[in-house]
């Protein structure tokens, strides 16, 4: 489904993302951690073309993000994102984020998009939130209407991005349990996340980054219990201890 | 010195047909300029290099030209000139068409910035989300950024509006009767003119400081809406 082939980036002369490769099949959970500054953030926004790389290829069902022929608004409407910060539309009521794209970029009539929206919101468990505006939700509200948001689309895969680090603590699990649905449901996900446990209870395989490196990429199990690399096993030891 | 104020009253109809012009200038003044300003600070904006240059260029002429200025050329060299290609032989009433112009491409020179300043507000962020859900960056522009922009800019952008209706006073030099010239002219007249000028003067004056008091209070509602 995502396809990630020895991809490189540079900001200047820094170097961000060195060779990155890494393959999500459908259906699969793929959890990325890692040190901040180590490149996830920047890998997971250059499968959906909000970065650009120099260097390798980006495949995502079959099409090139990298391609210039490429449609690019085409693809991310097939690819959902969620981000750290939420981003929900601050002038827009919540059913009006969440039907904004269906009906501009899907094509969908009011009555489909407002149908899709009510039962996505259903789902998240805010149901009645729909005539409120972004800022009147807590921040774990915010965070699950933009997940139903990206749902709305009917994405063929989902990209978070630290969903839960802006997150008050009481908060982060309301917003992992709908990703453990989500992921149960068979959504393919790509997730850059700090939440081991939820690395542990759902994701098939996880990568470990660090300075812009793939340094592992191995099922969960074998990850958590066998590190191979001294760097990973540091970053568990600091991560899980507590 | 002893003041008579009695000319006033009986001249408030002459001086209303004035305001109406003042009004009328800033009302086009404010509409244009605000239209053409958000296409000037598009432009400036715009991966189009040319494009970017150009807005980049009228902004700056506009910006460092004395209003009087371009008001002098629009009427005397300018309007003439496109009117005189566009209705060969007839005669106009060029005064006030020269200073609507003058006044729309002057004032979108400084909503321009203003707008500029108020899209780049805006967070990257904000523009990402947009791009994620497929649309394409006219879009994420008109109906993400756009709307929060302007939203956040309305204080700024009425309160150039209250300069904007004490700088109509300019079109003077072009003998444009507006509410100041038509004050000027019936004290002139009828020999009381320090009366006048001064009437002129409180009723700008009590305009303006009301139309500041709205916008204070507007700020203070804006502020309170669900803005992030």
């Known amino acids: ?242 | 010195m002893a003041f008579d104020w009695s000319s006033i009253p009986g001249s408030l109809p002459i001086l209303w047909q004035g305001m109406i012009v003042s009004l009328q200038i800033t009302l086009v003044g404010v509409l244009v300029g605000i239209l053409l300003g958000i296409l000037l600070a598009l432009l400036r904006l715009s991966p189009n290099r040319l494009l970017s240059w150009l807005s980049a260029a009228y902004v700056t002429v506009f910006r460092s030209i004395p209003l009087v200025m371009v008001l002098f050329w629009f009427h005397l060299i300018l309007i003439p000139l496109v009117v005189g290609l566009l209705f060969p032989g007839k005669r106009l009433e060029l005064r006030l068409i020269a200073a609507l112009t003058a006044f729309s491409l002057f004032e979108a020179s400084y909503y321009a910035e203003i707008i500029r300043a108020g899209i780049l507000s805006v967070t990257k962020g904000q523009f990402n989300a947009g791009l994620a859900l497929g649309m394409n960056r006219r879009q994420v522009m008109r109906l993400v950024v756009l709307p929060q922009a302007l939203r956040r800019m309305v204080p700024l952008l009425l309160t150039q509006a209250i300069i904007l209706f004490q700088d109509s006073t300019l079109v003077y030099v072009i003998n444009l009767d507006d509410f100041f010239r038509k004050a000027y002219n019936v004290g002139n007249t009828v020999g009381t003119l320090n009366e006048l000028i001064l009437f002129a003067g409180a009723v700008y004056l009590v305009i303006c400081t009301l139309a500041s008091g709205c916008v204070r209070q507007l700020q203070r509602k804006l502020t309170v809406l669900p803005v992030k």
């Open chain 1, 1 to 242: 489904m995502i396809s990630i082939r020895n991809v490189s980036k540079w900001y200047g002369e820094f170097q961000a993302l060195k060779k990155c490769s890494t393959e999500v099949d459908k259906g699969e959970v793929v959890v990325i951690c890692g040190p901040s500054g180590s490149g996830k953030s920047t890998l997971i926004k250059c499968v959906n073309g909000l970065e650009s790389f120099q260097e390798g290829e980006i495949w995502v069902d079959g099409i090139s993000v990298a391609d210039r022929k490429t449609d690019l608004p085409k693809l991310r409407s097939r690819v959902g994102m969620v981000f750290q910060h939420f981003e929900l539309f601050p002038h827009l009521s919540i059913l009006d984020n969440i039907t904004l794209a269906q009906c501009r970029v899907l094509g969908r009539s009011k009555k489909q998009a407002v149908e899709k929206a009510v039962q996505l919101l259903e789902m998240v468990g805010l149901a009645e939130q729909q005539p409120k505006f972004p800022a009147q939700l807590s921040g774990g509200q915010q965070q699950r209407v933009a997940i139903a948001r990206a749902l709305a689309m009917d994405p063929v895969a989902m990209l978070f991005d630290e969903p839960t680090s802006a997150l008050d603590p009481e908060m982060i699990n309301e917003v992992l349990d709908v990703m453990v649905n989500l992921a149960q449901s068979g959504m393919t996900m790509l997730v850059v996340t700090h939440e081991m446990g939820f690395a542990k209870r759902v994701a098939d395989r996880v990568i470990f980054m660090d300075w812009g490196e793939v340094v592992e990429d191995r099922p969960k199990q074998t990850f958590f219990e066998h590190p191979e690399t001294d760097r990973a096993r540091q970053f568990l030891s600091k991560i899980l201890t507590h």
